[in-house]
Nanobody
Framework: QVQLVESGGGLVQAGGSLRLSCAAS????????MGWYRQAPGKQRELVAR???????KYAESVKGRFTISRDNAKNTVYLQMNSLKPEDTAVYYC???????????WGQGTQVTVSS
Protein backbone atom coordinates (compact mmCIF):
# COMPACT_ATOMS: atom_id res chain seq x y z
CA GLN A 1 0.00 0.00 0.00
CA VAL A 2 1.33 3.42 -0.98
CA GLN A 3 0.26 6.62 0.71
CA LEU A 4 0.89 10.18 -0.42
CA VAL A 5 0.55 12.99 2.11
CA GLU A 6 0.46 16.54 0.82
CA SER A 7 1.01 19.76 2.72
CA GLY A 8 1.62 23.44 2.09
CA GLY A 9 -1.58 24.66 0.49
CA GLY A 10 -3.42 27.75 1.66
CA LEU A 11 -4.57 31.25 0.85
CA VAL A 12 -2.15 33.76 -0.62
CA GLN A 13 -2.40 37.10 -2.37
CA ALA A 14 -1.56 37.44 -6.04
CA GLY A 15 2.18 37.72 -6.49
CA GLY A 16 2.87 35.64 -3.42
CA SER A 17 4.49 32.24 -3.03
CA LEU A 18 3.64 28.83 -1.64
CA ARG A 19 5.57 25.59 -1.40
CA LEU A 20 3.77 22.28 -1.65
CA SER A 21 5.23 19.06 -0.34
CA CYS A 22 4.21 15.46 -0.94
CA ALA A 23 5.72 12.58 0.99
CA ALA A 24 5.25 9.03 -0.23
CA SER A 25 5.36 6.04 2.09
CA UNK A 26 4.64 2.34 1.94
CA UNK A 27 5.74 -0.40 -0.43
CA UNK A 28 7.31 1.68 -3.15
CA UNK A 29 9.30 0.03 -5.88
CA UNK A 30 10.72 1.52 -9.01
CA UNK A 31 9.46 5.07 -8.98
CA UNK A 32 8.99 6.17 -12.57
CA UNK A 33 7.90 9.74 -11.92
CA MET A 34 6.37 12.08 -9.38
CA GLY A 35 4.54 15.30 -9.92
CA TRP A 36 1.55 17.53 -9.49
CA TYR A 37 -1.80 17.98 -11.18
CA ARG A 38 -4.44 20.55 -10.38
CA GLN A 39 -8.16 20.89 -10.83
CA ALA A 40 -10.05 24.16 -10.73
CA PRO A 41 -13.84 24.27 -10.23
CA GLY A 42 -15.64 23.25 -13.40
CA LYS A 43 -12.42 22.31 -15.18
CA GLN A 44 -10.60 19.11 -15.97
CA ARG A 45 -7.61 18.00 -14.00
CA GLU A 46 -4.43 19.20 -15.69
CA LEU A 47 -0.75 18.47 -15.36
CA VAL A 48 1.22 21.16 -13.56
CA ALA A 49 4.66 19.59 -13.45
CA ARG A 50 6.30 16.19 -13.31
CA UNK A 51 9.81 14.98 -12.61
CA UNK A 52 10.62 11.54 -13.95
CA UNK A 53 13.41 9.35 -12.69
CA UNK A 54 16.32 10.12 -14.96
CA UNK A 55 14.22 12.06 -17.44
CA UNK A 56 13.36 15.61 -18.39
CA UNK A 57 11.21 17.70 -16.10
CA LYS A 58 7.97 18.87 -17.70
CA TYR A 59 5.88 21.94 -16.89
CA ALA A 60 2.56 23.23 -18.07
CA GLU A 61 3.05 26.28 -20.26
CA SER A 62 1.00 28.39 -17.86
CA VAL A 63 3.44 27.84 -14.98
CA LYS A 64 6.80 27.87 -16.74
CA GLY A 65 9.17 30.36 -15.16
CA ARG A 66 7.04 30.64 -12.02
CA PHE A 67 6.87 27.11 -10.60
CA THR A 68 9.75 24.78 -9.82
CA ILE A 69 9.41 21.07 -9.12
CA SER A 70 12.05 19.17 -7.19
CA ARG A 71 12.42 15.78 -5.62
CA ASP A 72 14.25 14.27 -2.66
CA ASN A 73 14.76 10.63 -3.60
CA ALA A 74 16.02 9.67 -0.14
CA LYS A 75 12.75 10.85 1.38
CA ASN A 76 10.46 9.89 -1.53
CA THR A 77 9.22 13.46 -1.43
CA VAL A 78 8.35 15.85 -4.22
CA TYR A 79 8.06 19.61 -3.85
CA LEU A 80 6.43 22.35 -5.87
CA GLN A 81 7.71 25.86 -5.31
CA MET A 82 5.12 28.29 -6.64
CA ASN A 83 6.12 31.91 -7.12
CA SER A 84 4.35 34.90 -8.66
CA LEU A 85 1.02 33.23 -8.04
CA LYS A 86 -2.00 34.37 -10.01
CA PRO A 87 -5.73 34.05 -9.27
CA GLU A 88 -5.97 31.56 -12.13
CA ASP A 89 -3.65 29.25 -10.20
CA THR A 90 -6.48 28.69 -7.72
CA ALA A 91 -7.25 24.97 -7.67
CA VAL A 92 -6.97 21.77 -5.71
CA TYR A 93 -3.45 20.47 -6.25
CA TYR A 94 -2.93 16.72 -6.34
CA CYS A 95 0.34 14.94 -5.91
CA UNK A 96 0.90 11.76 -7.89
CA UNK A 97 3.46 8.99 -7.98
CA UNK A 98 3.86 6.57 -10.86
CA UNK A 99 5.65 3.41 -9.81
CA UNK A 100 6.16 -0.24 -10.63
CA UNK A 101 7.35 -2.38 -13.52
CA UNK A 102 3.74 -2.26 -14.62
CA UNK A 103 3.25 1.50 -14.16
CA UNK A 104 0.53 2.50 -11.73
CA UNK A 105 -0.54 5.94 -10.54
CA UNK A 106 -1.02 6.71 -6.88
CA TRP A 107 -2.71 9.97 -5.83
CA GLY A 108 -2.71 12.21 -2.81
CA GLN A 109 -5.87 13.57 -1.24
CA GLY A 110 -5.38 17.04 -2.68
CA THR A 111 -4.54 20.38 -1.12
CA GLN A 112 -6.37 23.63 -1.79
CA VAL A 113 -4.47 26.60 -3.16
CA THR A 114 -6.39 29.87 -3.31
CA VAL A 115 -4.88 33.02 -4.78
CA SER A 116 -6.76 36.24 -4.10
CA SER A 117 -6.57 39.24 -6.41
Amino acid sequence: QVQLVESGGGLVQAGGSLRLSCAASGSIFTINSMGWYRQAPGKQRELVARIPSGGVTKYAESVKGRFTISRDNAKNTVYLQMNSLKPEDTAVYYCYLNAGWVPYDYWGQGTQVTVSS
